[in-house]
């Protein structure tokens, strides 16, 4: 069993800035992908960014330039930078690991960019 618990989310204006955190424990193979998604009210969950089992990103077009998705293999950590935000960007952020045939999701984090 996995266990993925996220932080950093909250209220934001337009243009700021915000990072989020996964850290993941339990039963954690060394092949991997891990990443970040997003639901806004209404609408169908998303992928942001991710790693994959290879080590290379994908990033949503809506996000490119703006998002910045690192990760610490050792730690079994995932963070999302997340600059120029905008009211758009306003969803509940979750994290996701994916290994073998398995998917995991964290509870997730509410991100809210509004003035």
């Known amino acids: 069993q996995v266990h993925l618990v996220e932080s950093g989310g909250g209220l934001v204006q337009p243009g700021g800035s915000l990072r989020l955190s996964c850290a993941a424990s339990g039963s954690i193979f060394s092949l991997n992908a891990m990443g970040w998604y997003r639901q806004a009210p209404g609408k169908q969950r998303e992928l942001v960014a991710r790693f994959t089992i290879g080590g290379t990103t994908n990033y949503a077009d809506s996000v490119k330039g703006r998002f910045t998705i690192s990760r610490e293999y050792t730690k079994n950590t995932v963070a999302l930078q997340m600059n120029s935000l905008k009211p758009e960007d306003t969803a509940v952020y979750y994290c996701?690991?994916?290994?073998?045939?398995?998917?995991?999701w964290g509870q997730g984090t509410q991100v809210t960019v509004s003035a």
């Open positions: 996701r690991l994916t290994q073998s045939t398995t998917t995991y």
